[in-house]
C-alpha cells in the first residue's frame, strides 16, 4: 500500500498532564522525537505546537489507522486525542516544479 500525506490535529485528553509530558519531552532530541513516532507504516515528518489548546503534525502513512497504532505503541494515545485529515495536496517550498497543482475535489 501506498503511503499518503495526513495532517493531524491534536489536543490533550487531560489538561493537568501537560507539564508532565512537556517536561519528559524537552529532554528529548529532535532526532530521539522522530525515531519514537516512525514504524514501517507511517512516520512524522513536522510538528508544530505553541501555547494552544491544538498542536499539528505532518505524517506520511499508509492510512489513518497506522498513525493511530504509532500513537499508541508510542504511549501518547490516552493522552491526546488525534484527527487525522488526508490531504491530497501535498506542496513544498523545498521542491518547487512546474507540474500542475492537484485539485482536492477532482480526484
Known amino acids: 500500500m501506498s503511503k499518503k500525506h495526513y ?5 490533550w485528553s487531560n489538561t493537568e498532564i ?13 532526532r530521539e522525537f522522530f525515531e519514537g513516532l516512525k514504524s514501517e507504516k507511517a512516520e512524522t515528518l513536522q510538528h508544530w505546537m505553541g501555547k494552544d489548546d491544538f498542536f499539528f503534525c505532518h505524517w ?14 508510542a504511549g501518547l494515545n490516552d493522552l ?6 488526508e490531504m491530497q495536496r501535498y506542496i513544498t517550498s523545498d521542491q518547487i516544479s512546474d507540474e500542475k497543482l492537484i485539485n482536492p475535489f477532482k480526484i
Open 7 to 11: 495532517i493531524c490535529t491534536h489536543t
Open 18 to 30: 501537560i507539564k508532565d509530558v512537556l517536561a519528559q519531552q524537552s529532554e528529548m532530541t529532535v
Open 60 to 73: 506520511y502513512a499508509e492510512d489513518e489507522e497506522s498513525i493511530i497504532d504509532v500513537l499508541e505503541k
Open 80 to 85: 491526546i486525542v488525534t484527527m487525522p485529515s
